[in-house]
Nanobody, 124 residues
Framework: QVQLVESGGGLEQAGGSLRLSCAAS????????MGWFRQAPGQERDFVGG????????SHAVSVKGRFTISRDNAKNTIYLQMNNLKPEDTAVYYC?????????????????WGQGTQVTVSA
């Protein structure tokens, strides 16, 4: 099994930046595509970004493109989400997850292992 632990969330003002980390442990050799999702109260869990095993292929949701960047350091078994120019609508719990497909999927059903989430709150 693999375990995922997110960190780096917090309270930030609009226009500010945060960097989320997702540390993996256990069977890290099983990590392939990795993704970040977010869920606001009363909303569905939405895709934010995904990255291939090598890190050479990345995809971001339209709502965050140009502001957020997903990356990974396989030597450290860690996935990152750099979030710049934050907006109040970015407020949500952010989750990292392990993908089960060989391509980057935006569907949360294509991810089978999730962290506990980290809260990001952006004030206006």
């Amino acid at each position: 099994q693999v375990q995922l632990v997110e960190s780096g969330g917090g309270l930030e003002q609009a226009g500010g930046s945060l960097r989320l980390s997702c540390a993996a442990s256990g069977r890290t050799e099983s990590l392939n595509v990795m993704g970040w999702f977010r869920q606001a109260p009363g909303q569905e869990r939405d895709f934010v970004g995904g990255i291939s095993r090598s890190g050479t292929i990345r995809s971001h949701a339209v709502s965050v493109k140009g502001r957020f960047t997903i990356s990974r350091d396989n030597a450290k078994n860690t996935i990152y989400l750099q979030m710049n120019n934050l907006k109040p609508e970015d407020t949500a719990v952010y989750y990292c997850a392990r993908g089960t497909t060989p391509y980057i999927s935006e569907q949360f059903l294509d991810y089978d292992t999730w962290g506990q989430g980290t809260q990001v709150t952006v004030s206006a």
